[in-house]
């Protein structure tokens, strides 16, 4: 096959893109290099069905980071085996037609993974619970930024600053924030949890006046955009993490601080609430919540896609039907290729029927296994109030995370950049909250001994 001028041109730049990435990886100091993925993750570009550039920066970070025998430690090697057998499993059970979409998405879960190793290995070596809160802000701000220019741009998908490689995603056409991460469940998601940890930071850190205040229009730009994206699920998740907030850190606010709490929480909501109804084009939560139906103990959005996915997942429920659920339209239209099939709408039930039960079993190990080294890291003492209290907002996070998966799933396909981000920070919390004994008795100088995670 003859290449032409033109093509053997854009092979010639990408080799040199991918030689300058490479050096760049390598010689750049570690520290720049994760942060600056950790904080490109939400806006991931250049895309395509093969993957983002972030994706091929994860993969060459990893490479570069093989090369220099920087992963430390692997955490959990044993759980993450278990979901690629689950993964191999689900393979042998799909047609030769689909057989390339199974493969990429692999490839696109492998970097998920990646994500996690990174991050966690960059945190216990810097094991600085103040330095990722700070690098949370400033992304919870760059996310928030994005999210009002979409909603500034509002639903003139002719807009010069909607569509392209780097442009804004265009809104959905109901009038819903989609905000970086495409889909509305997952953005809501983001922004409970941004609630949260952005609540922690401005509650344990030390700052300044103009600091905690840009810190509270931070949290009413979450609620603002939680609101926006008329997601009712966002509702009961942060009702359900405030209630877990208030219980596990209700020693040190004691009963007054419980209470300026809930008021402060109660009035910022309430006026986020007033501005983006009152001002934008995305006011459709409250419409939506007075809409709901439950037919048959299922919400009304839900009575038809979880009903069909436990119908497809009667007929293969041990090793599923795969681990890619929806395939590229020229799959579909190949001889021998299934139809398609919703989206669950449910993270569990995603699971069942791409992998079965025993990747579903898998899952959840490893996401308890994350669990569990959260609440073993909250019964060790550490030296500040923002450490002490860290692993308990681990939990939170987590918590949220599994209450809120209920109603959407974060492992389509097309959410690669909520992936990364979920990983990120499971990596992230899973470093800085990994238990530490301060050996007082054996030492005269007190030392830190490290107890590392074992999979």
Known sequence: MELSSAQWLQMNIAAVIAVLAFLLVYFVPTKWVVITLILIIPFQIIGSRYGSLTIYLIYLIAFVWVLRTQFRELPFLGYVGFIFFSYALALSQVPSVTLQDHLLYLFLVGSDFLVFYIVYNYFRQNRDVKHFLYLFLILNGLVLLYSVAQIVVGLDESSPFVGGEIGLRPAREDGRLSGPFKTVGLTAEYMVI????????????????????????????????????????????LVAGCLLFLFLFRKEMGARGVLLSLVGAGIAFAVSSIVVINYTD????????????????????????????????????????????????????????????????????????????????AYLAFLMRITWSFYDGSRTPRETLVEDGFARLAIIVMALFLIDQIKVEFLRSESTEYQHFIFMIWGALTALTNKEIRDTGNSSNGVIRRTTHKG
């Open 194 to 237: 941004g609630v949260f940890i952005t609540g922690y930071a401005l509650w344990m850190l030390k700052l300044s006046q103009v600091i905690r205040l840009l810190l509270i229009f931070m949290i009413m730009g979450n609620f603002s955009m939680m609101i926006a994206t008329g997601n009712r699920g966002g509702i009961f998740t």
């Open 282 to 361: 995305f006011n459709k939560l409250f419409d939506r919540l007075a809409e709901t139906e439950i037919e048959e103990g299922i919400p009304d959005t839900r009575s038809k896609t979880w009903p069909q996915t436990l119908e497809h997942i009667s007929s293969k429920p041990i090793l599923g039907h795969g681990p890619q659920l929806k395939f590229s339209d020229n799959t579909y239209m190949r001889p021998g290729a299934p139809q398609p099939v919703l989206w669950p709408h449910n993270l569990y039930l995603f699971l069942l029927y791409t992998l079965g039960i025993i990747g579903f079993i």
